[in-house]
């Protein structure tokens, strides 16, 4: 018999309080519970993985934002950014604190008007409009921002056989100092494109100007950038109503804050170096109250933030299915959510945090989703306490998102339940079944058999 070949002891350090930067890590204490419902409870009730989201965090967040605007500045308009979560329930959360809405597909403008919105509070923006969306918004007297030449034409041919004006605004993109530029959308403002269009705009005669808006792109760390961006738009106003003697009624500066998420690569988390509201308020309100405008002139300030609203009220909850150890020796954690579910792992070191009380030993580890893809990989590195099998893990700030650019792939997508202001548990959209998915299949006859 051959000799089993020996193979050394393998040691693995644990750690237990690195010293960082700033001293001994301080663990946060275990997710148990969210908003005073256990995580344990919910998973057994409604399965794991779960997307949890939180009525009152979103609520307070509102407010919290809205607060940094009003106080600033006096006519502020929030308008609900539906591709960034457009359950119904989330989106009339919004509406019910005085928020509009913005759409950028007709399926999404069809959404809104499900939800009991006035149209009148509808803001449809993006490049994609096809002459039936712009019909029916154009009638209803929702706001159109005109993405490109070829829809500023066709809506001006339309509008020929409409009974009122189309109300519209132009998307302007422009040099903030935030690289690279994201000049795909709209009007390019130095290169004279945005001027171009208004021209064209209050010539024609056919459109009504109400606005100007921007949405200089997504998660800018810079608040500064914004105090460009409107100073730029508010420049544009200022020339229409010298050359037309035409006042827009509106400045919509689009969304793009940071939430409190923590991007790949950052040293520092996320909730104590990215810009706050009021950093955001600051710099646009003191660019539009320093800028020409009379007074008594002021153009409503509109925001289209999404992210910022809704990354913190969304969660995660997620079982261990297994450890492992690679080839490295290093530690991996294997758990029943991919990222079909967290896209924005791709993007975010989202806080992870276990649900039952752990000691203090921690060890780096890798954590994977159940997907049998590579990529399927929700975190590469990450300080964890021991975990076992069917321990769970509570994934924080995934509200944004996730739950509109998540994938059916080879799993079901699971329960969302909303807890609200009272603790009280609802689902907010079912897991999906087999026939969710194969209802829509169709298999030509000659298929059906396969013997
Ligand atoms: C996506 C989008 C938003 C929301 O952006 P966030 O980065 O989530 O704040 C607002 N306006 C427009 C036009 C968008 O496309």
């Known amino acids: 018999m051959e000799k089993k070949q020996y193979e050394r002891p393998h040691l693995i350090k644990l750690e237990s309080g690195m010293p960082g930067k700033f001293g001994t890590r301080n ?41 940094a605007f009003s106080t600033r500045y006096p006519k502020v308009q929030f308008a609900w950014s539906y591709k960034t979560n457009y359950l119904s329930a989330i989106c009339n959360i919004f509406h019910q604190e005085g928020s509009w809405a913005e759409v950028v597909s007709g399926f999404e403008y069809d959404k809104v ?26 009638e209803n007297g929702s706001l159109i921002h005109i993405d490109h030449l070829d829809e500023l034409y066709m809506l001006t041919d339309l509008a020929g056989d409409m009974k009122r004006k189309p109300l519209v605004a132009i998307r302007v993109n422009m040099d903030t100092g935030i690289y690279p530029m994201w000049d795909r959308f709209g009007f390019n403002y130095e290169n004279g494109q945005a001027w171009d269009a208004i021209n064209k705009i209050m010539l024609s005669g056919k459109l009504e100007l109400a606005g100007l808006h921007t949405h200089i792109g997504t998660f800018i760390m810079s608040a500064n950038a914004y105090g460009v961006a409107a100073s730029k738009l508010a420049d544009l106003a200022l020339n229409i ?17 940071a939430s409190k998420n923590t991007l790949k690569g950052s ?13 955001y308020a600051e710099a646009i309100t003191t660019a539009l109250v320093n800028s020409g405008f009379k007074p008594d002139n002021l153009p409503l300030l509109i925001l289209e ?9 969304g969660s995660i909850i997620t079982t261990v299915i297994a450890n492992k150890r690679l080839s490295t020796g290093r530690r991996a954690t294997i758990v029943d959510a991919g990222v079909n579910l967290l896209f924005t792992s791709f993007w975010y070191q989202h806080p992870i945090t276990p ?42 700030y995934t509200g944004a ?6 994938m059916q792939f080879i799993t079901l997508r699971p329960n969302v339940v909303m807890i609200d202001m009272d603790s009280k548990t609802h689902i907010i959209r079912e897991g999906e079944t087999v026939t969710s998915i194969t ?10 058999n396969v013997k």
């Not at 040293?267 to 950093?279: A, K, V």
């Not at 209802?439 to 059906?448: A, N, Q, S």
Request: glycine letters at 10%; charged letters at 25%; a negative charge.
């Open 439 to 448: 209802g829509l299949e169709k298999t030509p006859d000659f298929l059906v």
């Open 241 to 257: 109503q010298q050359k037309f003697n035409h006042n827009i009624r509106y400045i919509d500066m689009g969304g793009g804050f």
């Open 305 to 313: 933030t999404g992210r910022a609203l809704v990354d913190e009220a």
């Open 113 to 138: 008007l499900a939800n009991g919105v006035d149209p009148g509070k509808i803001i449809f923006n993006g490049p994609g409009k096809s002459a039936e969306d712009l019909k029916k918004a154009a």
């Open 401 to 406: 998102y996730n739950l509109t650019q998540w």
């Open 355 to 396: 649900a039952q009380g752990f000691s203090q030993y921690r060890e780096e580890n890798t954590i994977y989703g159940p997907l049998c893809m590579n990529i399927d990989c929700l975190r590469e590195s990450i300080s964890l306490p021991l975990l076992n099998k069917g321990d769970q893990l509570v994934i924080h």
């Open 267 to 279: 040293y520092l988390p996320g909730s104590d170096t990215n810009p706050t509201f009021d950093d």
């Open 27 to 67: 663990d946060s204490p275990p997710a148990t519970h969210i908003d005073g419902v256990m995580v344990k409870d919910l998973a057994a009730k409604y399965g794991s993985p779960l997307f949890v989201m939180s009525e009152r965090t979103i609520r307070s967040t509102y407010r919290k934002a809205y607060k």
